[in-house]
Each structure stands twice: as C-alpha cells, then as structure tokens.
T-cell receptor
C-alpha cells in the first residue's frame, strides 16, 4: 500500500533528447509528489514537486505529468544535458502521516554527449 | 543558500559498537528526519522529530536507534549496538514551512560496520 514503484531502473539518452521516468503508487492518501535528483556522494536535492489537484507542472526543462485516476506520475527532462546525468527518485507523502517521504527505487540517467 | 550539514561524512565502526551521527538542520527549521539508503537501494524513512519528540518512526527504527536534539542546532541519530546490516548512507533532512514544506537533505554519512 505504501510502495512507490519507479521505472526504468536506468536510462541512457543522447544530449538534446527527452528523458522520461515513470512512477506509480497505490495509496490514494498521498497528497504531494516530489522528484529528487541525486549526484554521487550527495544527498537528494528537490527538483520539482506536484500536488494531485494539478495535472502538469513545468519548471524550466523539467515537467511532471500527473494522472490521478491511474495513480501514476512521470518526470520529463527536455533537451537533456550531460549535467543531468544523475539518479532521480520519485517520492510521495501524506501530510496527515507526519510528512514522511516514501521513495521510489530510483532511475540512473546517463546523458551521452 | 542554507544547507543541512552532516558529520562525519564517513564513519567506520566495529560491529556491536555505538555510533552517533550528527546533523545540523537549517537554522529556522522545526521538523527533522532521518532516512537511510543501503547501497544500490532506495531511500527509506527512519524517523521524524518535532517539538522534541518523535512524530513517527518506521519498522527499521527499533530499540537500537534513538534520536535527540541536544541543543538548539544539532540533531543526532544514535545506534546503540551496530549490526552489519546497519551499513548504509544515513541522510538527515529538515523542513521549516510546517509539515507541508519541502524536505531539504544533507549529503549524508556513510556508515560502514566491520
């Protein structure tokens, strides 16, 4: 019930291409869905987040698409750059449950020049 | 930009020994968290802390674990008697805008149990 499933585990994309990472959840009480970017040796850094009353949110080259009925959300990285090479984690949270984050398994993205 | 600071960056400890991981959350934040990440696996919630008490804890956070805010700036995670399976990256996080604010993570402490 509490799991967040993330796919793919890894992704290779050419510079300028689009990276797409998908997540699915079961718990309909989740009310906040952030994406975190993690570089080796660093902690997760908040990239972009969405709430379920919005179907899409865009910040620069990063877009979250949210499908409430399907209980799925995805991250699109447009015009991918080598500097985007990192591990990306989706997460979900229920504010009523004390704000703990439930993370997906992560996607390692490699952008080839 | 304010940061969450964790020390040490790497801790090597013999099995059965006690270890204390330290965190300095962002100064005006009130909600604090510990997560861990076993190598190659996802980030897992351990415990949340607010107003000098635990708000929520996971099944991982058993009697061997404890948290404390000993002063106005530090937030610590203690593992009383370490086991091999405690080897992981431990991340501290904090949030300031109530429980609905984004969580800011430190760069973690790599704990290696020998």
């Amino acid at each position: 019930q509490q799991q967040v499933k993330q796919s793919p585990q890894s992704l290779i994309v050419q510079k300028g291409g689009i990276s797409i990472i998908n997540c699915a959840y079961e718990n309909t009480a989740f009310d906040y869905f952030p994406w975190y970017q993690q570089f080796p040796g660093k902690g997760p850094a908040l990239l972009i987040a969405i709430r379920p009353d919005v179907s899409e949110k865009k910040e620069g080259r990063f877009t979250i698409s949210f499908n409430k009925s399907a209980k799925q959300f995805s991250l699109h990285i447009m015009d991918s750059q080598p500097g985007d090479s990192a591990t990306y984690f989706c997460a979900a949270r229920t504010e009523a449950a004390g704000n703990k984050l439930t993370f997906g398994g992560g996607t390692r993205v490699l952008v080839k020049p | 930009e304010p940061e969450v600071t964790q020390t040490p960056s790497h801790q090597v400890t013999q099995m059965g020994q006690e270890v204390i991981l330290r965190c300095v959350p962002i100064s005006n934040h009130l909600y604090f968290y510990w997560y861990r990440q076993i190598l190659g696996q996802k980030v897992e919630f351990l415990v949340s802390f607010y107003n000098n008490e635990i708000s929520e804890k996971s099944e991982i956070f058993d009697d061997q674990f404890s948290v404390e805010r000993p002063d106005g700036s530090n937030f610590t995670l203690k593992i009383r008697s370490t086991k091999l399976e405690d080897s992981a990256m431990y991340f501290c996080a904090s949030t300031g805008q109530g429980t609905s604010g984004p969580q800011h993570f430190g760069d973690g402490t790599r704990l290696s149990i020998l």
